[in-house]
């Protein structure tokens, strides 16, 4: 059984693949809409992990969409929730595609899907929506971390990453100037993956 | 890592030990009341999963207070939560206790602890409490079931399991005669894992 998992190179995302690993064939594949190398920085994470991974160009309209959400918003989460849904329903589109995961945990708020929002999603795409921290807290989840990745974790605009927010930052700082881009998105401590420890 | 994970002998809480095995050091445990050999059945099971198993003794007032809820609600979703909720609890005060796992999966509705009740959990007892089925759906988890066990599915009247409702179901049988199970309990399917497949 193949699992695409969403991957952005970060703690979670990387801790979900490796918790399917031994039970399904893993790839890992990095969301982009062609304005940042996002690709390239997930690939050389994946290298890291040892796990097979590809680039999934996404139509442009949907950060589009999203940037006009997080403007008339103010504030990041409907956006990202926006970009989250339609990277999963895209990729559910691929011909034989069966089981789609993400590293979402059980305290994360944003990006989560409601549970009509999966259903939905499953129904529609044949596929099965898997989300392996789900059951696991802040604690678990970061003992499991400690054990099998070494990490850096660093302030969001200190760090290079490939997940949905890059992209649409960029889009931001593009159109209105780097100074915006601090007021809509709170600073919050984003993880990289340095290493996997075997 | 070592955690415990409660165990009935059914196909959820032997797919979520057979989830973790990779990353933690299982045991599994079967909770009791000394009302059934309950603890006797699930560690036929444990041994055919090659895990190591226990049995975990509760206090029978615990059921007592069960009883109590079922007869006044005139349905078991109630105290079949209270008693899962005691087992964790009663477990998490051993020494040493670190990580208690059980096999509630995404759509399940009973026995499931609230946000909450998980949050509170965690805190007072400083063990972490998870649930590796939790992010699957009931496509994912059949089809993880169907590569990994070898399972018989009955009409829960018609199967011995080690699971919460057992000993309940006697204790009613007991004091009020079978016919009042049958009014208490919807029948429903349940499943008993006969082998591993490996």
């Avoid at 949907?62 to 409907?78: C, H, Q, T, V, W």
């Avoid at 931001?172 to 600073?187: A, M, N, T, Y």
Wanted: hydrophobic share 40%.
């Amino acid at each position: 059984m193949k699992v695409s998992v969403l991957f952005s190179g970060g703690k979670d995302s990387s801790m979900a693949a490796i918790l399917l690993e031994p039970f399904f064939e893993v790839e890992l594949v990095t969301c982009n809409f062609s304005l940042l190398p996002t690709g390239e920085i997930a690939a050389e994470v994946a290298s890291r992990l040892e796990l097979p991974h590809r680039i999934f160009n996404m139509d442009s309209g949907i950060l589009e969409s999203a940037y006009e959400m997080i403007m008339r918003d103010g504030f990041p989460k409907n956006a990202i929730n926006y970009i989250h849904q339609k990277a999963i329903e895209s990729l559910a589109l691929e011909d034989g595609m069966k089981f789609i995961a993400d590293g979402t945990r059980r305290d994360d708020r944003v990006p989560v899907l409601t549970a009509s929002q999966i259903q939905s999603i499953e129904d529609r795409f044949s596929v099965s929506y898997l989300c392996p921290l789900q059951g696991y807290g802040r604690n678990a989840v970061n003992q499991m971390v400690k054990n099998h990745l070494m990490i850096r974790e660093a302030l969001s605009d200190d760090i290079s990453k490939a997940d949905y927010e890059a992209e649409l930052r960029e889009l931001i700082k593009l159109r209105h100037g780097v100074d915006s881009i601090e007021k809509l998105f709170p600073p919050h401590v984003q993880s990289k993956v340095i290493e996997r420890i075997k």
